[in-house]
C-alpha cells in the first residue's frame, strides 16, 4: 500500500492505492461518505488488490485532501472523480465504482452521465433519493459543525447495529479532521446539496447495462433501508444484498460478510 498525492484543478488530493495498473484487468476505485476517508474502507481495498488495482480517494474537502472555498455539488464531486480518474490512469472503461453513501450517489451519477467510463457499480448505503435530511442526518450536522467529543460519540453510535462498535479514536480522527481548515464549510456545503436534491427515478432507469449491486445495512438509521429497494427496482441489471446485525457502514460492522458479496459481484 502506498499514500499518494495528485494536484487536481489546485488542490492537493489524497489517495491510497494498491496492486499494480499496469497490466491489470480491473481497477477498482473506492469512494468514501460524507465527512469520511478513504481511511473508512479500512483494509478492503488492500485484499482486493491481489486481483485487482485498487483505489481509494479522499473526496476534495474531506479527509486529507484539500477543501477549498467552492460549492460541493454532486456535480461537483462527479467531474472531481473524472478528473482524478484521468489523472491516475483509470479512465479505460474498465473501473468498478464503489460509492458509500455520499459516495454512493457520486458513483451513479457517474453511471448515469458517464456510462463508458465504469464497468460495474457498487452502491452501499447510498444517498440520491432522500427528499430532505432525515433527523439522525441533522443530528450528524449539528455534531459535525459544533463538534464535541459527546455530540460526535452520540451520532457515532446511532450510525452502528451496536454501540459497543465505537472506539474513540474514531471520534477523534473525526473532530481532528473537521477542525481542518475549509473542512465544516466542505461538510456543510455537501450535506445540503445532497440532501436538498435527488437523482431521480426517471435517470436511475438510465443505468441499465452497468452490472449494479446494492448493499445495506439492515439497522440503517441514516438512510432508511425502504431506499434499497428503489434502487433495487430502478436499476433494471441489479442484485440486492442486506447485512444482518449492521448500520449505515456495514463493510465497518461486518467486513468479511460485505467483502464476500463483493468477491462473489466482481466474479459475475
Known amino acids: 500500500m502506498v499514500d499518494r498525492y495528485v494536484t487536481i484543478k489546485g488542490s492537493n488530493i489524497r489517495y491510497k492505492e494498491f496492486g499494480e495498473s499496469r497490466g491489470s484487468s480491473e481497477h477498482l476505485l473506492f469512494l468514501h461518505g460524507l465527512g ?7 483494509d478492503i481495498p488492500e485484499a482486493f488488490s491481489r486481483h485487482s488495482h485498487t483505489i481509494a480517494v479522499d473526496l476534495i474537502g474531506f479527509g486529507g485532501s484539500d477543501s477549498p472555498e467552492i ?13 482524478f480518474m484521468g489523472s491516475i490512469q483509470i479512465d479505460d472503461g474498465k473501473t468498478t465504482v464503489i460509492g458509500h453513501s455520499l459516495g454512493g450517489y457520486i458513483a451513479a451519477e457517474i ?16 444517498s440520491g433519493m432522500l427528499d430532505g435530511p432525515t433527523p439522525l442526518l ?14 460526535v460519540k452520540k451520532v457515532f453510535e446511532q450510525l452502528v447495529a451496536q454501540s459497543w462498535r465505537v472506539i474513540p479514536i474514531l471520534i477523534d480522527i473525526f473532530i ?7 473542512a465544516k464549510h466542505a461538510f456543510e456545503s455537501a450535506f445540503f446539496n445532497s440532501t436538498g436534491t435527488q437523482i431521480g427515478l426517471h435517470r436511475l432507469k438510465k443505468i441499465q447495462d452497468v452490472p449494479t449491486l446494492v448493499i445495506w445495512g439492515k439497522s440503517d438509521n441514516l438512510i432508511p433501508i425502504e431506499h434499497s429497494k428503489l434502487f433495487e427496482e430502478t436499476i433494471s441489471n441489479t442484485s440486492l444484498e442486506i447485512v444482518e446485525d449492521a448500520g449505515h457502514a456495514p463493510f465497518v460492522e461486518k467486513p468479511a460478510i460485505v467483502s464476500e458479496m463483493l468477491h462473489e459481484f466482481f466474479r459475475l
Do not use: C, Q
Request: net charge positive; glycine share 2%; hydrophobic share 35%.
Open 71 to 83: 460549492n460541493y455539488t454532486i456535480k461537483t464531486f462527479r467531474e472531481f472523480v473524472l478528473d
Open 111 to 126: 453511471a448515469i452521465e458517464n456510462r463508458s467510463m465504469i464497468s460495474k457499480l457498487v452502491l452501499i448505503d447510498s
Open 36 to 42: 469520511s476517508s478513504s481511511d473508512r474502507w479500512i
Open 176 to 182: 481532528n479532521r473537521i477542525n481542518r481548515p475549509g
Open 138 to 151: 441533522e443530528k450528524y450536522l449539528d455534531a459535525a459543525i459544533s463538534a464535541s467529543h459527546e455530540k
